[in-house]
Nanobody
Framework: QVQLVESGGGLVQAGGSLRLSCAAS????????MGWFRRAPGKEREFVAA????????YYADSVKGRFTGSRDNAKNTFYLQMNSLKPEDTAVYYC?????????????????WGQGTQVAVSS
């Protein structure tokens, strides 16, 4: 099985930046895609970004396109989410997740390994 640990959350003012990290360990050889999701207070968990383990361009939700950038460092088994121009509506718990088969990146049901989440709070 795969273990995922997020870090890098915190409190930032609107317009600021944060970089989230997701360290993967265990049976990482089976990972096809790494995804980032978030859950805002009172809302469902939603897709943010995804990137394949082997390469290719990241895929983003429209709400973060142009502000967030996903990347990976395969040597460290670590994935990153650089978040710029943060808005109060970006406030949420952010989760990284791993999928082990190809399918639509934003399909939450295809992700079977999840981290514990890291809180991001953006003040106005």
């Amino acid at each position: 099985q795969v273990q995922l640990v997020e870090s890098g959350g915190g409190l930032v003012q609107a317009g600021g930046s944060l970089r989230l990290s997701c360290a993967a360990s265990g049976r990482t050889f089976g990972i096809y895609t790494m995804g980032w999701f978030r859950r805002a207070p009172g809302k469902e968990r939603e897709f943010v970004a995804a990137i394949t383990w082997s390469g290719g361009n990241p895929y983003y939700a429209d709400s973060v396109k142009g502000r967030f950038t996903g990347s990976r460092d395969n040597a460290k088994n670590t994935f990153y989410l650089q978040m710029n121009s943060l808005k109060p509506e970006d406030t949420a718990v952010y989760y990284c997740a791993a999928a082990f088969s190809p399918a639509a990146f934003s399909d939450i049901t295809r992700y079977s390994a999840w981290g514990q989440g890291t809180q991001v709070a953006v003040s106005s």
